[in-house]
């Protein structure tokens, strides 16, 4: 299936074919665990689970939103399976700004006590 991937160590966004493997997810973003943010209603962003914990570290922001490390695009269904990107190479292109080397973001972790 189509996803795209954002490099920020070489700042280049490409295209890249997913096989539906959940393992290959890591693969494509060199990492051994992975978490997902949702960037639309189709649309995810897969990233190291550990990405602000490497150092040193890239970062890019898509849509004003900072990122560590290499991120992979890909869309999912009702069921949450994953399926195609519906985003073009162009959308993301406009989406995604590379911070400058040197950038550093740092691990933040809030804990709330629920009643």
Not at 25 to 40: G, H, K, N, P, Y
Not at 54 to 81: S, T
């Amino acid at each position: 299936m189509k996803g795209i991937l954002i490099n920020p160590y070489n700042e280049t966004i490409k295209p890249v074919e997913y096989t539906g493997d959940w393992r290959d997810i890591a693969l494509l973003i060199e990492c051994d665990t992975f978490t997902v943010s949702r960037v639309d209603e189709v649309n995810d962003l897969y990233l190291d689970d550990e990405g602000l914990l490497i150092q040193p570290n890239r970062y890019f922001m898509w849509k004003k939103q900072v990122y560590a490390g290499i991120g992979l695009l890909l869309g999912h269904n009702e069921e949450g399976d994953s399926i195609d990107t519906t985003l073009t190479m162009k959308d993301v292109e406009d989406a995604v700004e590379w911070l400058p080397v040197g950038h550093q973001e740092f691990p933040f972790w809030d804990f709330k006590v629920m009643s």
